[in-house]
């Protein structure tokens, strides 16, 4: 159900409002938006009088919004930046069918980016717009219809399709380790790379083998891309999902260093918000995840 429009007020005068915000001046927000300095008094002072709220104070020449409008404003710019999305979808593609996926760098890169010329194939009425996020965050407060999501089933307020479990194999450059370990104890004498995300990896991996003791600490990385690379050029012994491994492994340039894959904590799922309207695009697409999924 839409607000009553007293709520709604112009777009103008909500981007005059953001542009005072971000530069101080009525003149440097006027020379923005291509208008004149009176042109964004009067939008500031009919902003005032449909809300009813007092939003700038004037200070040595500069604007400066009330502690309310700074608040305001700070939602007023989402606002706006979902609407400026929304228009660059449309005229990405006009004829309809967008999917703005969120992914995980390393999954998107290796599982996710290999199959997809499939589904445009199958599906070439859909455009499927990807960027990256590490993390989970609110549906609400941003144009996704989906993410990836590695961990277990702890996002709140979404539906989830089980995409893949993870292993995780131990692994070092061959410099490092010229022959695997005898006891996964060992590991503790070497330097221990990890993923800023998943410090008790290694602790679990050690737990595994029936090695008790306390979180070993080690270098952190944010991604698994660089996380490898410092593996392979024998900055220390590295967690890694198989999935991304398996060249390197080929070709030796990275080694096991004890034992065989190791299950992973968590699971990669595809998620969704459960209460917003059904998109076709989004129905295409996890309906075609799932026979990707069953074929693997």
Do not use: C
């Not at 990385?221 to 690379?229: S, V």
């Amino acid at each position: 159900m839409m607000l009553p429009r007293r709520y709604l007020p112009p777009i103008p005068a909500l981007m005059a409002l953001e542009a005072v915000d971000r530069l101080g001046t009525a003149s440097a927000a006027a020379d923005e938006l291509s208008l004149t300095q009176g042109a964004i008094s009067r939008a500031l002072q009919a902003l005032e009088a449909q809300l009813g709220v007092p939003l700038i104070r004037r200070e040595r020449q500069r604007l400066h919004l009330t502690p309310a409008a700074t608040d305001y404003v700070a939602e007023v710019r989402k606002a706006l930046n979902l609407l400026a999305g929304a228009s660059l979808t449309l005229r990405a593609n006009p004829t309809g069918g967008s999917l703005n996926l969120a992914i995980l760098p390393a999954f998107g890169m290796h599982w996710l980016a290999p199959r997809l010329s499939r589904f445009a194939q199958g599906h070439p009425e859909v455009t499927v717009n990807l960027s990256t996020r590490l993390r989970p965050f609110d549906f609400a407060g941003t144009a996704f219809d989906a993410a990836i999501h590695y961990g277990r089933q702890d996002w709140p307020g979404v539906d989830y399709l089980k995409l893949m479990d993870e292993e995780v194999l131990a692994v070092a450059s061959l410099a490092l380790v010229p022959e695997p370990l005898a006891r996964a104890a060992g590991v503790l004498d070497l330097p221990l790379l990890q993923l800023e995300s998943r410090t008790g990896d290694w602790g679990r991996w050690l737990s595994h083998h029936g090695v008790a003791g306390p979180r070993p600490a080690g270098m952190l990385f944010d991604q698994f891309a660089t996380l490898a690379q410092a593996a392979i050029h024998g900055l220390g012994a590295a967690l890694i999902p198989t999935f991304l491994i398996g060249r390197e492994l080929a070709e030796g340039r990275l080694v096991p260093v004890h034992g065989g894959p190791v299950a992973a904590l968590g699971s990669y799922w595809l998620v969704w918000p459960k209460d917003a309207p059904t998109r076709a695009p989004l129905v295409s697409f996890r309906s075609w995840l799932q026979g990707e999924v069953a074929a693997t």
